[in-house]
């Protein structure tokens, strides 16, 4: 299973954009994907997106342009991705490139 977290110090409305940025991304490629959520108990309280994506069913490195393109267009942004117990987070193309030679020595 891959693993990404939108991580970084963006706060409020702009990691709301950021979160629903990269959930429309992977949603438009076809990337099957759950997200976790943060559930409020007050029924009128609704949830929250904790911008932590767990993809289904993906082997290989489908997902890395998805990744790459985030990053490009978020300068200063950073995202953390976990491959079974190895994890990096980057902020530029070049990292991500980095994690997917650990992915392929998995596979």
């Known amino acids: 299973m891959v693993r990404i977290e939108v991580a970084g110090d963006a ?3 702009t990691r709301r954009a950021d979160v629903d940025a990269l959930r429309q991304a992977l949603a438009d490629s076809g990337i ?3 997200e976790l959520m943060l ?4 029924m009128d309280a609704g949830r929250e997106a904790l911008g932590v994506f767990e993809l289904m069913n993906q082997v290989g490195r489908d997902w890395a342009p998805i990744i790459v393109a985030y990053l490009v267009g978020r300068r200063g942004r950073k995202v953390t991705v976990t491959v079974g117990d190895k994890s990096i987070t ?3 193309k070049k990292e991500v490139e980095e994690l997917l030679d650990v992915v392929d020595r998995l596979h």
């Not at 559930?39 to 007050?42: F, P, T």
Request: net charge neutral.
């Open 11 to 13: 706060t409020g409305e």
């Open 32 to 34: 099957e994907h759950r």
């Open 39 to 42: 559930v409020r108990k007050s």
């Open 90 to 92: 980057a902020e530029s």
